[in-house]
């Protein structure tokens, strides 16, 4: 059984820095496609960052402020966040794909596994 248990959030101010972390059990994180999405209040689910051996991406919109990165020996994906803004302000998600035959995606129905979410919240 996979499980995905995210930690790191926090009420940050605007311009600060948070590192979010995603513990999987059941999964080897080096061989599945992993990936960071939020929810903000009102808004639909939007994909953040991804990572597959070594291919990452990042959407434009946190495109040189936040950085996807993964520890092997811990099986932990990380989701380093800096120069936060208030619209960033949301539930963050860990998501892991369910094969390692399938490549990186940036459509949260591509996931099959989900964390629970830890909240990040950007004050003004």
């Known amino acids: 059984q996979v499980q995905l248990v995210e930690s790191g959030g926090g009420l940050v101010q605007a311009g600060g820095s948070l590192k979010l972390s995603c513990a999987a059990s059941g999964r080897t994180v080096s061989g599945y496609a992993m990936g960071w999405f939020r929810r903000a209040p009102g808004k639909e689910r939007e994909f953040v960052a991804a990572i597959r051996w070594s291919i990452i991406t990042h959407a434009d919109n946190v495109k040189g402020r936040f950085i996807i990165s993964r520890d092997n020996g811990k099986n932990t994906v990380y989701l380093q966040m800096s120069s936060l803004k208030p619209e960033d302000t949301a539930v963050y998600y860990c998501?892991?794909?369910?094969?390692?035959?399938?490549?990186?995606?940036?459509?949260?129905?591509?996931?099959?596994?989900w964390g629970r979410g830890t909240q990040v919240t950007v004050s003004s």
């Open positions: 998501a892991s794909r369910s094969s390692m035959l399938y490549s990186i995606s940036t459509y949260a129905y591509d996931y099959d596994d």
